[in-house]
């Protein structure tokens, strides 16, 4: 895991409201108190310690070391969650992961990683649609996953989206910069499939060597696009594109994780996917085939018993911006597969922006007054969402109740990329990266590390501590500046 650093923001100066104890980075022991926790499920009334950015179980610490709390934070009955982990977020406030200010995606995630601390998001996983060659090699290599600290929350590895997904189900993806894996398109007849398949397996081979020969093929069709791995959470593909399997199985033994989306495929075609080794689902519901009672498609993946047999989980991402999905989808997948419900934003570069045209990658994106963002030229077609992290989980809860969306931006996405052992909960030895909400679910204050990196004026007192000058460093509160501010 990276090391945790210290966490102060340079922000404007608001009131101060001394009700709350500042916190301190290091081997201090802090106590946070007067709150409900967002623990194993439910929203409990207990204490939580942290020392040395981690929590800690305080009650074994207190009696080990015979030690008070160094400092005590009074949380005044709020809610303390986990801070939320976003697996797909585009861009937002005008920056584009896709297509970065002159081609620096390091600074432009810095942008977004500082702002989105006010919607109370800890973590991300910065995504880029899908693009040409030329893009991915010059993007892919730049990024390199860091620790939240004074600069903005912690900075997970891409989500690629695209290119390897179907044609038919592009969604707002340039259709131009569509791939496949070298084994012929999805949507082509079985007659010119038959004829990708003679180009690439040698008449008379046996069956193993036709296999490695798909399988050469396929993984060179991937490096081809994708120059790096180590800077990658994650890949959506489409599993229908002949060679899927294939490529499933080498990014998986790349480290990547493997999410199926933008696609038509049927639900016999969507298990192969799961069983060769991916695990989640890309924003369920949108950009793919309707579920039909007959073949349920890539819906039915979460009724499966195929699937529901494995001994691991699969995760499906919900957009829950008011557009993308009717409150009632939301809660029929929610009461199938509640384990595997992932809450995503999909925010793109007018994430925070007022109504107009923006851009997605190559694409012109129009927001409206209701802050609906929709293809220029084509209004049927949504182009992400300016939905921020707070306003999803909000919009939510009405749907499943606070605990469950609460979780949903939380432990689940943390599960989805294997990082629960660190992220995602409130349990002894986890970061200690998390959020202080009231009952309507507003963020309070932001914390990493312990340490509290972004607040709201009512709840800035102390919060911010300058340990050179050994006082309240003034200049690192804030009155939000996030758009749905009451």
């Known amino acids: 895991a990276l090391p945790h650093t210290g966490c102060v923001t340079n922000m404007a100066v608001a009131t101060l409201n001394d009700s709350l104890?500042?916190?301190?980075?290091?081997?201090?022991?802090?106590?946070?108190?007067?709150?409900?926790l967002l623990l194993k499920g439910e929203l409990v009334n207990e204490d939580l310690w942290v020392k040395g950015g981690q929590i800690i179980d305080g009650q074994s610490?207190?009696?080990?070391?015979?030690?008070?709390?160094?400092?005590?934070?009074?949380?005044?009955?709020?809610i303390l969650s986990p801070g939320f982990i976003d697996l797909q977020l585009n861009g937002g406030y005008g920056v584009d992961f896709s297509v970065p200010?002159?081609?620096?995606?390091?600074?432009a995630i810095k942008t977004v990683a500082r702002k989105v601390l006010e919607d109370g998001v800890t973590a991300f996983c910065p995504t880029i649609i899908t693009s040409s060659n030329e893009v991915y090699k010059s993007l892919v290599p730049q990024h390199t996953p860091s620790q939240g600290g004074q600069h903005g929350c912690t900075v997970l590895g891409l989500h690629l989206e695209g290119p390897f997904i179907n044609p038919a189900k592009n969604g707002c993806?340039?259709?131009?910069?569509?791939?496949?894996?070298?084994?012929?398109?999805?949507?082509?007849s079985e007659e010119d499939r038959v004829d990708c398949l003679a180009k690439v397996v040698p008449e008379g081979a046996s069956e193993a060597a036709a296999a490695t020969a798909v399988r050469t093929t396929v993984e060179a069709a991937v490096d081809k696009v994708y120059p790096a791995y180590d800077n990658v959470a994650m890949v959506t593909l489409a599993p229908e594109i002949p060679g899927a399997p294939d490529a499933i199985r080498y990014l998986v033994a790349q480290g990547v994780r493997v999410s199926v989306g933008h696609t038509r495929s049927t639900l016999e075609t969507a298990v192969e996917g799961v069983l060769a080794g991916a695990s989640?689902?890309?924003?369920?519901?949108?950009?793919?085939?309707?579920?039909?009672?007959?073949d349920p498609g890539i819906v039915g993946l979460i009724a499966d018993t195929e699937?529901?047999?494995?001994d691991r989980t699969l995760f499906y991402g919900v957009i829950v911006d008011g557009f993308h999905t009717h409150p009632t989808s939301l809660r029929m997948a929610h009461a199938t597969h509640k384990s595997g419900c992932v809450l995503v934003t999909d925010a793109m570069a007018g994430m925070g922006l007022p109504p107009g045209e923006h851009g997605l990658a190559s694409l012109r994106v129009n927001i409206s007054k209701e802050r609906k963002a929709t293809l220029i030229g084509h209004p049927?077609?949504?182009?992400?969402?300016?939905?921020?992290?707070?306003?999803?989980?909000?919009n939510f809860s009405k749907i499943v109740g606070v605990v469950d969306a609460l979780t949903a931006a939380t432990?689940?996405?943390?599960?989805?990329?294997?990082?629960?052992?660190?992220?995602?909960?409130?349990?002894?030895?986890?970061?200690?990266?998390?959020?202080?909400?009231?009952?309507?679910?507003e963020v309070q204050a932001t914390y990493i590390a312990g340490q509290a990196c972004w607040a709201r004026e009512a709840h800035a007192a102390a919060l911010f501590y300058s340990p050179r000058k050994n006082r309240i460093d003034r200049s690192t509160v804030s009155r939000p500046s996030s758009p749905h501010k009451k």
């Open 380 to 394: 049927e077609t949504l182009a992400g969402s300016v939905a921020t992290m707070q306003e999803s989980v909000q």
């Open 21 to 36: 104890v500042s916190t301190l980075a290091g081997d201090e022991n802090i106590l946070f108190t007067n709150c409900r």
């Open 61 to 78: 610490w207190f009696y080990a070391a015979q030690k008070q709390a160094t400092r005590v934070v009074d949380c005044k009955g709020h």
């Open 101 to 107: 200010c002159k081609g620096d995606l390091t600074a």
């Open 173 to 188: 993806h340039p259709i131009e910069s569509i791939k496949t894996f070298g084994m012929g398109n999805p949507e082509q």
């Open 307 to 310: 699937v529901l047999a494995l």
């Open 280 to 294: 989640l689902v890309t924003h369920m519901f949108n950009a793919m085939s309707a579920f039909h009672h007959r």
């Open 411 to 441: 432990l689940h996405p943390a599960q989805a990329l294997g990082l629960e052992e660190t992220k995602g909960s409130l349990l002894p030895g986890r970061d200690a990266d998390f959020v202080l909400l009231n009952d309507d679910l």
